[in-house]
């Protein structure tokens, strides 16, 4: 018989809880979106993620670095550019992140977090 005590309700997946920390923020998953498509620098990045400020985008990218997910590379100018591309690990999400969208399109209604 299923436990159905107050602790087992409590309980939540440890990985799912660490995946919408990071996800869970506003901004993330639209830039691993388009990081998905190609190693993008940040002022692209910027112009592709409509009503994004730049310290809202540094500050995500940073986080998306500090997770092992996003890499900050400088390209030798002049002039000189920063761009962002995924890691392995970021790359790797590609699978879950379509099925999302995909998820998305044939259960939540027109309006909700679109564009």
């Known amino acids: 018989m299923a436990d159905h005590g107050e602790q087992a309700c409590r309980r939540v997946d440890v990985g799912i809880s660490r995946v919408f920390e990071l996800f869970g923020k506003r901004w993330t998953g639209p830039i ?20 994004i400020s730049e310290r809202m985008l540094s500050d995500r990218l940073s986080e998306l670095g500090a997770a092992g997910l996003v890499v900050r590379e400088v390209d030798e100018g002049p002039p000189l550019r920063v761009s962002y591309r995924l890691t392995a690990a970021g790359a790797a999400m590609e699978p879950a992140l379509e099925e999302l969208g995909r998820w998305a399109e044939t259960h939540l209604k027109d309006g909700l977090g679109g564009c």
């Open 32 to 51: 691993v979106s388009v990081l998905m498509q190609q190693p993008v620098h940040f002022a692209d990045l910027r112009r592709a993620i409509p009503g």
